[in-house]
Every structure is written in structure tokens, then in C-alpha cells.
């Protein structure tokens, strides 16, 4: 199982930012993904989650800013970030979760300057 991460970087705040997520090793059509983030001196938090037909869920924190989507026929899972405020600033990690198993990508930094 592998999942990379990509498309973080720095934007000022009220801009956007596209993550993206490439995964193989696994039936990625079947299987839930997550975006989850982590700030300096924070524990690592649930962003957002699509199951493989779709349907999402969002932490309060980013609900009306924050889009997850996945391209089954790419294995890729997508996190579009609009309205971005420094509160923003973390690792974002993707994450896969079967039965009995689970991986983590190695993250992209996601920084957003006032």
C-alpha cells in the first residue's frame, strides 16, 4: 500500500490550495479515505472523509471551505481548500483504512501567511 501526497505549499490567507492524494497497493474504489491534519504542538485531527461511493463528512472547523473528492478510475482522493486563514497551517496527511489495516502518506505542509 502506498499514498502520496501532493500540492501543499504556502498561500496567503483567503486563497485556495488543491492536495491531492495517488494511492495504490489496494482496491482503492472500495475503500473510505481520509484527510486528517497536524499543527506544530497539536494532535493529529480528522479534516475530512469520503467513503468509496462518495459520501463525505467534514470537521466543523472546515465545513463550507473544505471539498474531498476521489477519481476512482485515478485512485486518487482530493482535498480543495478555499478561504484558507492561518488556523490552516499543518501537515496534511491522507489516510486508508481497510478491514484490519491502515496507511498513512508521508504528508505535504500546507502554510498560510496573514
Known amino acids: 500500500v502506498q499514498l502520496v501526497e501532493s500540492g501543499g505549499g504556502l498561500v496567503q490567507a483567503g486563497g485556495s490550495l488543491r492536495l491531492s492524494c495517488a494511492a495504490s497497493?489496494?482496491?482503492?474504489?472500495?475503500?473510505?479515505m481520509e484527510w486528517y491534519r497536524q499543527a506544530p504542538g497539536k494532535q493529529r485531527e480528522l479534516v475530512a472523509a469520503?467513503?468509496?461511493?462518495?459520501?463525505?463528512n467534514y470537521a466543523d472547523s472546515v465545513k463550507g471551505r473544505f471539498t474531498i473528492s476521489r477519481d476512482n478510475t485515478k485512485n486518487t482522493v482530493y482535498l480543495q481548500m478555499n478561504s484558507l486563514g492561518p488556523e490552516d497551517t499543518a501537515v496534511y496527511y491522507c489516510?486508508?483504512?481497510?478491514?484490519?489495516?491502515?496507511?498513512w502518506g508521508q504528508g505535504t505542509q500546507v502554510t498560510v501567511s496573514s
Open positions: 497497493g489496494f482496491i482503492f474504489r472500495i475503500i473510505p
Open positions: 489516510r486508508a483504512s481497510g478491514s484490519g489495516w491502515s496507511a
Open positions: 469520503i467513503t468509496g461511493a462518495g459520501s463525505t
